[in-house]
């Protein structure tokens, strides 16, 4: 990692290493954590007539957006990155298991009631771009990804003005941009408009990547024990805020939540904040993780991303057979469903594909 105030080299020709997203084990276990989050989210329906507290879970993909931040921190802080390899890299790892989901999503509402609506929307990304019916047409998880790759594709723009500007004028800028959205919003009315989808793209979600980012600064450069402590409880008792914000004015207790603009349009950054907070205490430290590469947690947050894509298409699947998914058994054993799928994609497709883009970036940086 270069110092912060020197520039990328876009036409350094020397192969630059690549993170195999495995390095680090602390950053699994949260991308495990994460996943088994949202996936808890959208189960709650088997054991609660009411989200209640469940849907606090929610938060676990912006901790996602907080951990992509936090993995491509190093080009924000001055790592030359070379644009065509980053690309086939990032398009290897997301696109072909996000594919075959979705395929796995429109066969089961096909089955279900025989309709295949907005399905080349769903394949480019643009499903959150018009209508919340067309957001979760298929799986109401893929709303996050549209803003994922826009932040993989901005990333050699973004490292470029933030080696030039600095990190922290970026979060700044990108939280002030944040606020301005959330502010804007008519709290009497449901339309989507240019504003409201904006808040669920780069402008309105890129302060949380950038946290993260902030996140790895603060693990290179304030590195001490106390430090980390601090910044670990600071975290901690934010996260604690949140989640008693969300009890009070967000969650589903029976009644119409009555959630102030200031709250519902915020709750995701408040938790990114302590997420990030968090995060920058544990990761990149000798810990007893690295003595067990193999942990549960550590292999949940290999199959993560197939974790994500996959845990709504068990209930479907369920539903489509006849039966009603409700109760604890059912919980547990989507669960477990959802697991084994994610471990069989992950070994037969996910992992050769990321192979793949590893191979074949390497062989373009070194052209």
Excluded at 25 to 52: D, K, N, Q, S
Excluded at 202 to 219: D, I, R, T
Excluded at 359 to 367: A, D, I
Aim: hydrophobic share 50%; with cysteine; glycine share 6%.
């Amino acid at each position: 990692m270069n110092n912060q105030n020197s520039a990328p080299l876009p036409h350094n020709k020397t192969p630059v290493p690549v993170s195999s997203g495995y390095e680090d084990p602390v950053i699994e276990a949260f991308r495990g954590f994460a996943a088994c989050m949202v996936m808890l989210t959208h189960f709650a329906f088997m054991v609660t007539p009411h989200g209640g507290m469940w849907g606090f879970f929610s938060t676990g993909v912006d901790l996602f957006f907080v951990l992509s931040g936090y993995v491509f921190a190093p080009y924000m802080l001055g790592r030359p990155l070379q644009v065509l390899p980053h690309l086939v890299r990032r398009f290897f790892r997301l696109v072909p298991l996000y594919w075959f989901a979705l395929a796995v999503y429109i066969l089961l509402r096909w089955l279900t009631d025989g309709t295949i609506l907005y399905a080349w929307r769903h394949a480019f990304f643009l499903h959150t771009t018009q209508s919340l019916e067309i957001a979760s047409w298929y799986n109401p998880a893929f709303w996050s990804l549209p803003p994922e790759v826009e932040y993989y594709a901005l990333l050699p723009l973004l490292a470029w003005w933030s080696v030039r500007n600095g990190l922290w004028a970026m979060v700044a800028l990108s939280i002030a941009v944040h606020l301005m959205l959330v502010f804007a919003a008519n709290p009497d009315s449901n339309e989507v408009t240019a504003r409201a989808i904006a808040t669920v793209h780069v402008p309105g979600l890129l302060c949380e990547f950038l946290l993260g980012s902030l996140a790895a600064y603060l693990v290179r450069h304030a590195p001490k024990q106390h430090q980390r402590a601090m910044r670990f409880f600071s975290g901690l008792f934010l996260l604690v805020v949140v989640g008693c914000l969300y009890a009070v004015y967000v969650a589903d207790w029976g009644v119409p939540p009555k959630t102030p603009l200031w709250i519902g349009g915020n709750l995701g950054l408040f938790a990114a904040c302590s997420y990030a907070l968090i995060l920058s205490s544990l990761a990149g430290s000798a810990n007893s993780l690295q003595q067990h590469p193999r942990a549960v947690f550590l292999l949940l947050g290999q199959w993560s991303y197939g974790v994500y894509l996959f845990h709504n298409a068990v209930p479907s699947f369920a539903r489509w057979l006849g039966w009603d998914p409700v109760g604890w058994i059912w919980l547990l054993g989507s669960m477990c469903a959802t697991f084994a799928w994610a471990w069989l994609l992950h070994r037969l497709l996910e992992a050769p594909m990321r192979s793949w883009g590893r191979q074949l970036s390497l062989r373009l940086s070194s052209r």
